[in-house]
């Protein structure tokens, strides 16, 4: 069984955009569930999620919390799930065409425990690329999101949900079988990707505190259209 696990807190705008484009480039014959989890918003994302969610054509779930941690969101996942593998999407994450084909394509196909997704980690395809994807081992952290096998998480440690220890601190200190994809998906965080209305957007949510939106470089304009191009 595989899950999508997706996670918002407020950054309403950013939902509506990377939720919409989850439902439309998602094969969702490729996944049993998705589960949504609102993790305490309070600018209308929690309604909007509501009432969207019911366009998902495969069976899904929204688990409206207050646990005010991503980590502590991961952590409960995984106590109650019985999935085999689940794919964790943040709400400023954009999600190309034929994303999940690619991921799956290489967990169907390499032993890991987690294959990340994160863009700028393996490098954008080289002129006649065929199209198939492999992995690259040289990483020293899967980062929040990507395909996680569960039972390779519960084997470890919980991190800490108050954010001292998280899921990167726990990949460094325990050995994992863990892998980016390669070459890298036209995957986009949107609080990354430096054009309007993206940046003033990552601005104002960095000015409603450090728990709805961190402090992350943008990509170089001059080599990521690659990642954003598709979307604007």
């Not at 918002?8 to 014959?29: K, Q």
């Amino acid at each position: 069984m595989r899950d999508i696990l997706y996670l918002a807190f407020n950054r309403f705008e950013f939902t509506e955009i990377t939720f919409s484009w989850l439902l439309e480039n998602t094969n969702w014959d490729l996944v049993d569930r998705l589960i949504v989890y609102d993790d305490g918003s309070h600018d209308g994302t929690r309604e909007w999620l509501r009432q969207n969610i019911r366009d998902c054509p495969q069976e899904h779930y929204l688990r409206e919390t207050r646990l005010m941690s991503p980590v502590a969101v991961m952590n409960d996942y995984v106590k109650k799930s019985d999935a085999e593998w689940f794919c964790k999407i943040d709400s400023d994450i954009c999600l190309p065409p034929s994303w999940l084909e690619a991921m799956t394509s290489v967990i169907d196909n390499h032993d890991l425990d987690l294959l990340g997704m994160e863009a700028g980690m393996s490098g954008t395809p080289e002129d006649g690329w065929g199209g198939s994807y492999g992995i690259n081992t040289d990483c020293s952290h899967i980062g929040g999101v990507g395909f996680m096998r569960t039972s390779a998480i519960r084997r470890y440690p919980h991190p800490i949900p108050n954010g001292r220890f998280g899921w990167t601190e726990s990949q460094h200190k325990f050995k994992r079988k863990s892998a980016w994809i390669a070459p890298d998906l036209r995957m986009a965080s949107l609080d990354k990707v430096p054009l309007e209305p993206f940046v003033s957007l990552t601005q104002k949510y960095k000015n409603e505190g450090k728990h709805i939106q961190r402090h992350w470089e943008p990509y170089p304009i001059e080599n990521a259209h690659y990642y954003w191009g598709w979307f604007t």
